[in-house]
């Protein structure tokens, strides 16, 4: 089946550094790819749609300059936590599809901010 | 506005138990229903799309429009089944993102 891969699975950074996590489509191209973070003992929260060639759409409260998404490929969305902040630790996880088809998501990126 | 509920936090039986996981939605138009499943250290799997109407490790979800409801039952609980189980909702028309409920824990104990 299709597979998403995410990395790192892992990541601690200092305070005020920024980090980059991939989210990669294995088997197919994904036009369009959303952002989650997701807290301890709770749901997804959408963060962002992720459209190959064009801008990102944040949803509300999100705030795009510090979370900078990038899709400049059908298999490849990037998104930089700029100015890492300790309340930006989190877990984040991107999905990916095609049309009409069900999403399918990576294994997430742990990452605390020290 | 889209919104999806699973009233149930935790929800807690026994081996052999019949289990069902509610999940009730809000949408003024005609939604796609999916359950994702999310085993401990593991990626959110989709379990069931209402569109197949498949039975998957067992378990099985009617949409009931009218009742606004997409519940997910199994007559038989295993101890593998313990989990996180979301409900998400997608709006019919072209591809949309997803909307996640807040999940229900399930454990079986044996």
């Known amino acids: 089946g299709a597979v998403v891969s995410q990395h790192p699975s892992w990541v601690i950074c200092k305070s005020g550094t920024s980090v980059k996590i991939e989210c990669r489509s294995l088997?197919?191209?994904?036009?369009?790819m959303f952002w989650y973070r997701q807290f301890p003992k709770q749901s997804l929260m959408l963060m962002a749609t992720?459209?190959?060639?064009?801008?990102?759409?944040?949803e509300q409260g999100v705030e795009k300059d510090k979370f900078l998404i990038n899709h400049a490929s059908l298999t490849l969305s990037t998104l930089t936590v700029t100015s890492a902040h300790p309340e930006d630790s989190s877990f984040y996880i991107c999905?990916?599809?095609?049309?009409?088809?069900?999403?399918?998501f990576g294994n997430g990126t742990r990452l605390t901010v020290t | 506005a889209q919104r999806v509920t699973q009233p149930e936090k935790l929800l807690s039986v026994f081996k052999g138990a019949p289990v069902e996981l509610k999940c009730n939605y809000s949408y003024s138009g005609s939604p796609e229903l999916f359950w994702y499943v999310q085993y401990s250290r593991q990626r959110l799997q989709l379990l069931l799309r209402?569109?197949s109407r498949e039975s998957i490790k067992g378990f099985t979800a009617d949409l009931n429009k009218g009742e606004t409801s997409f519940h997910l039952k199994k007559p038989f609980a295993q101890e593998e089944d313990s989990a996180m189980y979301y409900c998400?909702?997608?709006?019919?028309?072209?591809?949309?993102?997803?909307?996640f409920g807040t999940g229900t824990r399930l454990l079986v104990s044996p």
């Open positions: 999905s990916a599809g095609t049309d009409n088809s069900p999403l399918h």
């Open positions: 088997d197919f191209q994904a036009t369009t």
């Open positions: 998400a909702l997608r709006q019919n028309t072209g591809f949309q993102k997803l909307v």
């Open positions: 209402h569109i």
């Open positions: 992720s459209n190959e060639g064009s801008k990102a759409t944040y």
